[in-house]
């Protein structure tokens, strides 16, 4: 021990297990395979369904220690999509999204609790057009591997959330569009490539 104990530091560190010093990699969420759904009572008749694409932001991660987990994502406004040109530039006139003066909605996480089973729950603070408020999110990562298309390291994500609009300003239409928001999140990122950056060393992981 005491041989050990004399050792310089840098070697000590060096014989430490390689999961000791792991750290979280950074990754940039793909815009092209990322995107928002919700859901809304359309007058008690439907459950009206919207779309939100083109989003983009940086995800720091480590499948070892989700408690690490930090993103942060910018949503388009102006992609806002509801099936029908005039209903979509009547979501993003100055009743609803108000896109001309507030172009991007913005969510960043402020907390992860693992779940177990590749589950975790986020907690952030959505910000649409100059109001915030905390929502939580139930996480699924779906996998952790190389994407077969680009041969890039790769993350992708399942996501589930409720909100209600009305705490947002989004007041319109009261007894016709409901209060109550669902969402469902499919989103994949792309871990950065950087000076020391070697994907050959990237294992293929199916989670």
């Not at 793909?30 to 759904?37: C, I, N, S, Y």
């Not at 930090?70 to 979501?91: F, T």
């Not at 649409?128 to 996998?143: E, F, G, K, P």
């Amino acid at each position: 021990m005491a041989r050990i104990a004399r050792l310089p530091s840098v070697l000590l560190v060096a014989l430490l297990p390689v999961t000791a010093i792991a750290a979280p990699q950074d990754y940039e969420l793909d815009p092209v395979h990322t995107r928002v759904v919700f859901f809304i009572d359309h007058a008690g008749l439907s459950q009206a369904i919207g779309t939100f694409s083109g989003i983009t932001g940086r995800l720091r991660f480590d499948p070892e220690d989700w408690r690490t987990a930090r993103v942060e994502a910018r949503i388009p406004v102006a992609r806002l999509d509801m099936g029908d040109a005039d209903w979509n530039r009547q979501m993003l006139g100055r009743q609803f999204f108000d896109a001309a003066r507030h172009p991007e909605a913005r969510f960043v996480s402020t907390s992860v609790e693992p779940l177990g089973d590749n589950r975790a729950r986020v907690t952030g603070q959505l910000r649409v057009r100059d109001v915030s408020r905390q929502i939580t999110l139930d996480v699924t990562l779906n996998a952790l591997k190389r994407n077969p298309m680009t041969h890039r390291p790769s993350a992708g994500f399942s996501a589930s959330g409720s909100l209600l609009r009305q705490e947002l300003g989004l007041l319109a239409f009261p007894t016709v569009i409901g209060n109550r928001v669902d969402l469902r999140i499919e989103a994949e990122a792309i871990r950065v490539r950087d000076a020391g950056f070697d994907d050959t060393d990237d294992q293929e992981t199916d989670r």
